[in-house]
Nanobody, 135 residues
Framework: VQLVESGGDLVQAGDSLRLSCATS????????VAWFRQTPGKGREGVLG??????????????FYIDSVKGRFTISSDKAAKTVYLQMSDLKPEDTANYIC???????????????????????WGRGTQVTVSS
């Protein structure tokens, strides 16, 4: 399983940005993919310090958002492109972070919606893309 994020940038508060997570190495619609974010020096290091913000079940399309991004962020997928997107609007300085995508099989025994805990234990991870929002 390989995940490669792109689309991060330096933007101003109120701007929009679309992140992409290009996937390979697995059958697309048998997995769940999520976006996490992590700020160096804030919270725990490593996987435990990553905040899960949105996920999508690629089999049935069910999505999940944490409250702080609900209504501003939209997760979507393109099966032909094997890519998961995160459309972010009305960005705030507190959204500044390294955004990382993760994936886990829906059939491997670990998955429970929204999938964040399972991904921390047994998921595959990308390296992240940096989003910086200036005020």
């Amino acid at each position: 399983v390989q995940l490669v994020e792109s689309g991060g940038d330096l933007v101003q508060a109120g701007d929009s940005l679309r992140l992409s997570c290009a996937t390979s190495g697995f059958t697309f619609d048998t997995y769940s993919v999520a976006w996490f974010r992590q700020t160096p020096g804030k919270g725990r290091e490593g996987v435990l310090g990553r905040e899960g913000i949105s996920s999508i079940n690629l089999r049935d399309g069910t999505t999940f958002y944490i409250d702080s991004v609900k209504g501003r962020f939209t997760i979507s997928s393109d099966k032909a492109a094997k890519t998961v997107y995160l459309q972010m609007s009305d960005l705030k300085p507190e959204d500044t972070a390294n955004y990382i995508c993760a994936a886990i099989s829906l059939d491997g025994g670990w998955y429970e919606p929204p999938g964040f805990a399972a991904m921390r234990i047994a998921g595959s991870w990308g390296r992240g893309t940096q989003v910086t929002v200036s005020s």
